[in-house]
Each structure stands twice: as structure tokens, then as C-alpha cells.
């Protein structure tokens, strides 16, 4: 078996469930614009090319300066998504922009019928016109997770399609979504038949090992299915390896003994792995920009070492290549 490492992950400006990131949501609202640019670079020195920034706007209140809508998150940095976006340019990496949460409810509903809010295409119109110049800007992400049960909802598929065809008219062309459910997946052929009518380039499941809703084995099993079943429908398997625990209703991060078991499962069968996601769950010893609970360091360094323990992390500090299917 090929071991892989994490080269992709979620990242937020607020986190949008209630509690779950109170280690990092002070900190990140109190970044600079030389802060963002901080701490993408430490996420590219830990192995990351692609990004994924969970939404630009939350509850109603837009993260940057929109001409549409007058209502703002206070952030210290005045354009936070001009800021990663810049920083990722000067550091080569993808970052997929999320369309979506811009009213509340967030999830819910949605999960099953897909967001049906005009501000979909607004707001990606906007967004498309005022940062589609940035080279990192590669794609775009759909926040509203499908609810999978043991099939995709057709009414989720059908507003997936809908939003992948208006975005890449707009441009940038790519589109992934991370579904969870995916412990009760059946890969038959109505499953196939699904993902090869889906038109969307990336599909990055959720392990649910996080959120304590599986096992090791269950994990196996699952993506072995969904192996076969993107193998017959033509389409690249992605994964998202769910870097945290709960403490409470807190994201902590989890332990690395966990973590380590989670990816050596997914590197079996996906073509690239994301995680739940470094902001907050990792950071480097002594980083100027740290954000999240106090054992993040811990997890960093255990996972840093398991890099280089295993030959995916070469003398000059670089990430190896990663595995193509």
C-alpha cells in the first residue's frame, strides 16, 4: 500500500456551527492581512496545494466588501478573502471558494434539496467579477453538504448541477462538494448511475470518524465500495479526513494514533486526501499566527513526523508527489 499524506483542507473565517470552533474563531477574526498570508504559508510548508475556504459569508453578514449586500463581519483584516487569495497566488496553491451560507439556516433542509436562495448566483457573480483574476482562485466549493443516505438525494443532485452549470459560465470552471452519510453508501448501480449524472469534478467524503459515527473497519469497507463505484463511473475519489474530536461541543483535535489509522485506510483508496482541517486542529511550534487549542502543536509535530518516518517528506523540507490513480 502507497501511503499518502494530506495535501488539501477546509479553512474558515468564522466557523459556522455554534461552539465548535471557539478555540480559533477569536483569533482568525483579529488576523491581518500579513496574518492570512502566515498562515497559508504554513499550511504549504506542512505538504497543502489545495485550500478550501468553507464560505465568504455567514448569518447574513458578508467576510469582504460587497457592492449587494451592506452587512459585514468585523475582521480586523478588511478583506480577508483578498487576502488568501493574494497568498495563495504568490504560493502556487488551489483554493477552492465556498458559495453558500448566506442565510440561516445554513444546513438542515438543504442537505437534501440543495440551497434554493437567489444568492447563490449573486453572490457568485460578485465574486467571479472580483477576484476571478486570482490564479488561485481554481474552483468553486458548495458548503451545503449532501445528505447522503445510502444514495445521493435527487433533489440535491439536480441543485448541484444546476449551481456547477452557472458557476462555470462565470467562471473558474472546477466544482467539488463533501457529502456526508457516507458510512451507509451501497455502491450499486443506481449509486454509479448517480455519480456519473453528477456534474461536479471533485466529490471529498467525509470518514466520520470525527464526528464518532463509524468505525476503522466501516471506513475500510466504505471507500472500498466507493472505490469500485467511481472506478465504473470514471471520477477521481477524494477524501476528508476528519482531523478533530469534540470536547464537548469544542473541535479539539484528535489523537494522532487516530489519525494515523484514518489515513492509512483512505490512502488505499483515494486518489487525493483533505482534511477537517488544519486551522484549528494543527499548528507549527512557535507560530506566530497559532490558532486553536493548545494540543494542535502536539498534532503537528506527530504528524510532521510521520512524514518524514514513512519517505513523504524529503531532506530539503518538501512534500513528496503525491500518488496519481
Known amino acids: 500500500m502507497a501511503l499518502m499524506r494530506i495535501t488539501g483542507s477546509w479553512f474558515d473565517f468564522y466557523h459556522p456551527n455554534p461552539y465548535e470552533g471557539d478555540c480559533w474563531n477569536s483569533t482568525t477574526q483579529r488576523f491581518t492581512a500579513a496574518d492570512w498570508d502566515s498562515k497559508l504559508s504554513e499550511m504549504a510548508e506542512a505538504g497543502l496545494d489545495t485550500l478550501v475556504l468553507l464560505n465568504v459569508a455567514l448569518h447574513g ?8 449586500w451592506p452587512y459585514r463581519w468585523d475582521t480586523v483584516c478588511p478583506d480577508p478573502l483578498e487576502a488568501v487569495l493574494k497568498a495563495g497566488d504568490r504560493l502556487g ?16 433542509s438543504l442537505s437534501t434539496t440543495g440551497d434554493t436562495s437567489s444568492l447563490r448566483f449573486d453572490f457568485a457573480k460578485e465574486l467571479a467579477a472580483r477576484y476571478g483574476h486570482h490564479a488561485s482562485f481554481a474552483g468553486w466549493y458548495l458548503p451545503v453538504e449532501a ?3 445510502t444514495h445521493f438525494p435527487d433533489h440535491y443532485i439536480a441543485y448541484a448541477n444546476e449551481m456547477s452549470d452557472f458557476l462555470r459560465r462565470l467562471g473558474p470552471q472546477k466544482v467539488m462538494i463533501a457529502p456526508y452519510g457516507t458510512r451507509s453508501v451501497t455502491g450499486d448501480d443506481r449509486f454509479v448511475g448517480q455519480l456519473r ?19 476503522f473497519e466501516a471506513v475500510d469497507a466504505t471507500f472500498a465500495r ?5 472506478d465504473r463511473a470514471g471520477k477521481p475519489l477524494w477524501s476528508d479526513l476528519e482531523l478533530f474530536r469534540f470536547a ?3 473541535l479539539h483535535p484528535g489523537p494522532f494514533e487516530r489519525v494515523r489509522r ?3 485506510i483512505l490512502s488505499k483508496y483515494s486518489d487525493k486526501v483533505l482534511c477537517y482541517q488544519y486551522l484549528g486542529m494543527m499548528n507549527k511550534p512557535g507560530s506566530p499566527v497559532h490558532a486553536g ?3 494542535s502543536v502536539r498534532l503537528y509535530e506527530d504528524y510532521m513526523a510521520y512524514l518524514r518516518d514513512n519517505g513523504l517528506w524529503d531532506a530539503a523540507g518538501q512534500a513528496g508527489t503525491e500518488r496519481n490513480r
Open 293 to 295: 487549542h493548545e494540543t
Open 197 to 215: 449524472s453528477l456534474e461536479v469534478d471533485y466529490i471529498a467524503y467525509q470518514d466520520e470518524i470525527g464526528v464518532d459515527r463509524t468505525t
Open 262 to 264: 484514518q489515513l492509512e
Open 226 to 230: 466507493l472505490r469500485e463505484a467511481h
Open 93 to 108: 496553491m488551489t483554493i477552492y471558494v465556498g458559495n453558500g451560507f448566506y442565510t440561516t439556516p445554513i444546513m438542515g
Open 61 to 68: 453578514k458578508a467576510f469582504y466588501p460587497s457592492d449587494i
Open 248 to 250: 464537548g461541543k469544542v
Open 147 to 149: 445528505a447522503i443516505f
